[in-house]
Nanobody, 127 residues
Framework: QLQLVESGGGLVQPGGSLRLSCVAS????????IAWFRQAPGKEREGASC???????NDVDSVKGRFTISRDNAKNTAYLQMNSLKPEDTGLYYC?????????????????????WGQGAQVTVSS
């Protein structure tokens, strides 16, 4: 059973940066597509970025050019580097995973796609 634990959240000023980590245990992350979702206060959870087993990524328009998702299978860890942060990026950030064959279609940012979820890391962007 795959377990995911996020870390790296915190309070940052607008324009600042944070890097979230998602450490997996119980299985090797190399067999999974990985995604980061976020939920702002009073809003529904939405997908931010995902990465497939081959490293192909997919980002929601609002984070393109600012967020970078990556993975280090040797460390069983995924990352979300967030730059040029805005107040509207504030929310609870979740790591999610789904097993996939190596050459499956690109990852998607749909919650129903993912089977395993972490508990979330709070990101607050405020001056």
């Amino acid at each position: 059973q795959l377990q995911l634990v996020e870390s790296g959240g915190g309070l940052v000023q607008p324009g600042g940066s944070l890097r979230l980590s998602c450490v997996a245990s119980g299985s090797s992350l190399e067999y999974y597509n990985i995604a980061w979702f976020r939920q702002a206060p009073g809003k529904e959870r939405e997908g931010a970025s995902c990465i497939g087993r081959t490293g192909i990524t997919n980002d929601v328009d609002s984070v393109k050019g600012r967020f970078t998702i990556s993975r280090d299978n040797a460390k069983n860890t995924a990352y979300l580097q967030m730059n040029s942060l805005k107040p509207e990026d504030t929310g609870l950030y979740y790591c999610a995973a789904k097993t996939r064959l190596l050459y499956s279609p690109p990852c998607v940012l749909s919650q129903s796609e993912y089977d395993y979820w972490g508990q979330g890391a709070q990101v607050t962007v405020s001056s």
